[in-house]
């Protein structure tokens, strides 16, 4: 009876080993995708004549991905990705250890490395760096999030016919979102450190490295206020001096 249980068991891992791709090694441990494409679909979504789950996790490009195959709801690549580097991605592959596609709400405090011990090079911006701020305009848009394809999705839409990844089906409207900013590629001419590109070629700003320019603007205007200020009352006391003198 054992060695009956043992027979089945062994032609039940190769079975799986050979068709499901999933193979049991010696060791106990288990490899999915172990050949071909390696993809794992959880929970179940009829519709349209397939059944393709409700979550697929991959190896996508040499990472790891969670999407949510079509006709699923909400379909879409990159819900999670977990790039080789360690970067993770959000909505899209990740070009920073942290990137994502869309709105981020915080409920709490964020803060910054800025410890002096962190930095060399140290210098005051000179009046030159300041005054360029009056060099930017300001804009209101509209704004949508870049289409994300990988090279496995450009395959797929090439003509190999799969309903699991193909998005072209969900005809998923893009969000546009009302902002207030600056165009990347204006503030790159004035300010060319504060902007960069991710891994799609796409400009991204850094809008915090605005605020210690615009301190020392302020400053500037501050100390320019209070020298026409003393300017101001020296006039004053010179008419009223002149006044006083004409009435007598």
Sequence with gaps: ??????????????????NAQLKVKADGSVWQGY?????????????????NGHWGIEVLNGGLNFWKP??????????????????VGIGKVPSAKLDVAGSIAIYGTVRLSSDERLKTNIV????????RL?????????????????????????????????FEKQKIKQKEIS??????????????????????????????????????????????????NKKIETLKELVGKLLAGSKK
């Design 179 to 228: 902002e207030y900013g600056f165009l990347a590629q204006e503030l790159k001419e004035v300010y060319p450190n504060l902007v960069s590109q991710d891994s799609s070629g796409y400009y991204l700003v850094d809008y915090i490295g605005l605020i210690p320019i615009m301190v020392e603007s302020l400053k500037e205007q501050k100390v320019q206020i209070e020298a026409q």
């Design 1 to 18: 009876m054992k060695k009956r249980v043992v027979i089945l068991s062994l032609t039940f891992i190769s079975v799986l080993s050979i």
């Design 70 to 87: 079509w006709p699923s709801p909400n379909s879409g690549n990159y819900m999670l990705y977990l790039a080789q580097n360690g970067n």
């Design 35 to 51: 050949s071909g494409y390696p993809n794992l679909w959880l929970g179940t979504y009829p519709s349209g004549g397939y059944d």
């Design 124 to 131: 005051k911006l000179s009046m030159d760096e300041t005054n």
């Design 134 to 166: 009056y060099d930017l305009n300001a804009k209101s848009y509209q704004k949508h999030q870049p289409e994300e394809v990988s090279e496995t999705d450009k395959k797929f839409k090439a003509g190999n016919e799969n309903p699991a990844k193909n």
